[in-house]
Structure formats: structure tokens, C-alpha cells
């Protein structure tokens, strides 16, 4: 490594969803000068390309390999919480669906004291980033940094879901981004171009890499920021065993992501008073919010049917159609996302009860949770793997939208369409209520769509304000999946990458 400068105008850690473009949108000035510190490496690795590959990085020197606290609500049960440790973070470790969620999201955003982040605030941005392939659109955007297709030669069996779901009487969307009600069954967009995955790294931050006034540092670990007083003046990171501190002149941004940005807060003493002082950490700033409002869609591992013959072969990312419905036909936007997966999905625990690898899944989802979840410090040793409690079903609420989707995925999986496939069906099975509870409890796993542990808004609770900054601060911003007031009712990577345009925006003002 050559020697690093000093001090840059803007330092930004973590170079995933959000950090990769942010970084990459701040150099286009050239008077600027960035420094983007990321903890991984490089995502240039076969098994990071191949799109179909992502569920082989779990636990590997690519995902950070968190563990879950116990699931009170879910028989004690212990979750894997997979996130991306390298350049594009979670775009490149991610299945590569892109959604950007229902306008309501937004526009609750906004009505929730984030001015500036309503649906008709961010689908211009949404429409700056994309290069759609698909369709033309009003709604869509065309020539943009971020390669977004509809799935090339599906499987038959994702076919298959979408009739099924058609069958069961539900809308079929012919774009799922250009639904603005996002409510019937459809194919995923994918971020996938010539049979390869297609990230943040490729649409950002390799054609900003040559740039004299970006420099991109891997392989080292921001362990706090730096305070002077109530100001913000650099970060303190750790590589090659040594720790070295590097001065923002600007601001330092953190975009490391849901669980990696409050750590980092909580390490520099911004956080929960009563949490620091737990661990001793000497209080700089006492935000009550920091780690709080955990929120993820919880996923369904799931309802699996053996298939008739052999599975067709895995294409695209294993998971390539979906369907957005209400729980409650009152609700204003979707609640519940089923997902069709073209191999046999279980839980750990109930894994001996698949009877080969030539099955299928639907899994059913809650995307709009009431359940709530908490990252802390297990002590104050940089090195210490945070507490993630995720806290799924820990609501009544969750419990019921969960029954609802089984059951709504039970009458698709058993419908004429998938005659020509189905064996039968292998779990759950008609359950009666108590049992087809217990078995929820026992199946639930991340859908990887952790967010708002550092929310945006306006009252005591919120990290920081609508323009990013972080309370009590100076110089502090995050832009990553953490700040989102509440988790979109879709995958949340398009979001993440929109954030992280929305802050350059923001910055660049
Ligand atoms: C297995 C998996 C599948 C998913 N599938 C999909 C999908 O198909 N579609 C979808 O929309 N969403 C999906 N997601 C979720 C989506 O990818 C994320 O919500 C999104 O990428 C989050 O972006 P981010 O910028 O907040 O954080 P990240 O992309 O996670 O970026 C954070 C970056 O910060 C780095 N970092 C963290 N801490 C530090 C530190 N202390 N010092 C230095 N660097 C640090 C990390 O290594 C990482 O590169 C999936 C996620 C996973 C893990």
C-alpha cells in the first residue's frame, strides 16, 4: 500500500449498496476528494458473478457470518443474518432481485417527519439509476448506471407460480416496477447482465476507480469515528493489525450498513446511555435510537413440495417469481410477499423431514413486520460480534399476516397449475391452527432484509435527521439501509442503492 493522505474531504465507510454510489457520485466533482474505506475485498470471484451462487457465500470469508440472539417468539431458535464483506457489500452477495417497493412506503417516510422522501421524491432518483431492459414505461428509467433486466428463459416452475397464483384469482403483473399498487404475482427485475451479476461495483464505482480524487481502501475495519467535542473529524480503522486514523475535512459518511453502522456509532460512545455505560463505554453522545427499530421481513422456510420426476435445473438466481398480496384486504399496501424457490428450502429444524433434493418451496413473507429488534454491544472489544436480536413474531400481528400468506401460498401450491409437477405436498399439510403456528414458529428465517437501526426522522427515537446527519453531530452522516424510518414492503437493495444517490444529492447541496 502506498501511503495514505491524511485527510480527505469526505470519508465514507463501507462500500456496499449505498457507500459504492455515494463514493463514486461525490468524485464526479473533481475538487472533491473521497476516501472509501470497505472491511472486504474484491468482488471480482466466480462464485460472487455467477448469480445462482449467493446461497454458497453463507458463512464464507465473503459474509460477515452473523449470527441472530435466540428468537424468543420462535421456540429459542438461532438465525444466520448473512451480510456481504466486500466491495458492493450486500449487491454482491444478494440474489440479485431488484423492487423498489409501494409508494405508500415512501410516502409514510415522509408523513413520518422525512420531508424530501415521499414516492414522487424518490422515482426520479429510482428512474436515474436504472438501465430497464424491459418494457418502456413511464415509470421506468433507461440509460442509467444500473443494469436491471426481466429473468432471461425462466425456469417453468416460476412460471408455473405465477398461473397458479393466477388461478387462485389473483392479478398478474407484467412489470413489477412499473405496478405502482405492487399487488399480484409477476417475475423478479434482476441485476444480472449476460448471465453475470451486475452491481453496484459495475455500474458505480469501477468507472469512478480511476479517478485521482477517489481512493478505495479494503481490507480495513472502521472500528469508531473520531470526535472533537461535538464534531465529527475523521475515523479510526484497523488493517494489516495495525489501528491508523485517517481526518475528514468535510464530513465522515457511514454506509456500513444495517448492523455495521450502529455498531460503529456504539463503539464511538453515540448511543443509549444505559447500553455504553453496560459495556463501558464512555458516553460522547446519548442517542436513544442507535440500534433500536430492527426491523426484516421474515421469511417462511417453507412450504415444500416434492416434485414429479426431476426438478427442472436451477436458472437465474433460484428464485425468480413472486407475488405481493394483503393479509387484510384493508390494509392500504402489501403485508405479505410469497416467494417461489426452485429447490427444496427447510429450517435447520425441520430439515429431516424433506425426503430428497427433487423438491420445490414456495415461502411465504411478512413485509410489513410490527415485530421490533435491537443491535448491541456484547462489550466494548472492537473485535466482538454484535447482539442482533431480530425479535421475529414477537408481534400477534406478524403472526396472523404469516397464517394468512401460508395459507394463501397452500391453495396456489395446490392448484391445477402445478398438476404436472406436484407429488405432493411434503410440509406443512393441513395443519390446525395451533400446530400451523408452532410450525411458523419453527420455519421463520431472515428474508436478508434487515433495516432501520439508525431511523430517520424527527423525534427522540431517530438517529438522524432528513438530511442524513446524525443528532447531536456535526461533520456525521449515514446513508445505508439503517436510516429507513420503517422497511420497504419489497427487497430492500434498490432502496439502499437510491439512498445512497438521495445523500450524494443531499451532500452535494
Ligand atoms: C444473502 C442476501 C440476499 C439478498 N437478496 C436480495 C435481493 O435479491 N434483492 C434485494 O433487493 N435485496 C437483497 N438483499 C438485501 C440487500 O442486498 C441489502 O438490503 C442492501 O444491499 C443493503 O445495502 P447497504 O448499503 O445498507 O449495506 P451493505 O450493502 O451491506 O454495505 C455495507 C458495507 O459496509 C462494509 N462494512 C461494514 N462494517 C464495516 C466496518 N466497520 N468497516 C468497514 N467496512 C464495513 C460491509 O463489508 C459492506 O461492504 C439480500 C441480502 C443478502 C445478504
Known sequence: MTELHKSFDYVVVGAGSAGSVLAARLTEDENVSVL???????????????????????????????????????????????????????????????????????????????????????????????????????????????????????????????????????????????????????YFNFTVKDGQRFSVVDGYLKPAMSRPNLTVLTHAETDRVVLDGHR???????????????HADCEVILSAGTIGSPRILLLSGIGPEKDLQSVGIPVAVNLKGVG??????????????????????????????????KSDSRLIGPDIQPVFIEFPLASPELADRLPHDQCYTISPSVVRPASRGTIRLASADRTDAPLIDVNFMSRDADVTAMLAAVELCREIGNSDAFAPFRAREVMPGPLGQTDMIDFIRNSVSTYFHPTSTCRMGQNPMCVVDPELKVYGIEGLRIADASIMPNVTSGNTNAPSVMIGEKAAELIRA
Open 36 to 186: 472509501l474505506i470497505e472491511c472486504g475485498g474484491s468482488d471480482d470471484l466466480p462464485e460472487v458473478k455467477d448469480p445462482s451462487k449467493w446461497p454458497t457465500l453463507f458463512y464464507g470469508d465473503l459474509d460477515w457470518g452473523w449470527s441472530t440472539q435466540p428468537l424468543r417468539s420462535c421456540n429459542n431458535r438461532v438465525d444466520h443474518l448473512p451480510r456481504g464483506k466486500m466491495l458492493g457489500g450486500c449487491h454482491s452477495h444478494n440474489a440479485s432481485a431488484w423492487v423498489r417497493g409501494h409508494h405508500s412506503d415512501f410516502d409514510n417516510w415522509a408523513y413520518s417527519g422525512c420531508p424530501g422522501w415521499s414516492w414522487a421524491d424518490v422515482l426520479p432518483i429510482f428512474k436515474k439509476i436504472e438501465d430497464w431492459q424491459g418494457p418502456a414505461s413511464d415509470l421506468r428509467g433507461t440509460g442509467g448506471p444500473i443494469f436491471v433486466t426481466p429473468p432471461v428463459d425462466p425456469n417453468p416452475l416460476s412460471t408455473t407460480f405465477i398461473e397458479g397464483a393466477r388461478l387462485s384469482g389473483l392479478p398478474v403483473l407484467d412489470d413489477i416496477n412499473s405496478s405502482v399498487d405492487l399487488l399480484g404475482a409477476g
Open 292 to 325: 433500536r427499530n430492527l426491523q426484516d421481513h421474515a421469511l417462511l422456510a417453507g412450504l415444500v413440495y416434492e416434485c414429479q420426476g426431476s426438478l427442472p435445473p436451477l436458472r437465474n438466481n433460484g428464485a425468480e417469481s413472486t407475488l405481493w398480496w
Open 232 to 246: 465529527c473529524i475523521g475515523v479510526e480503522y484497523r488493517r494489516e493489525g495495525r489501528i491508523h486514523r485517517v
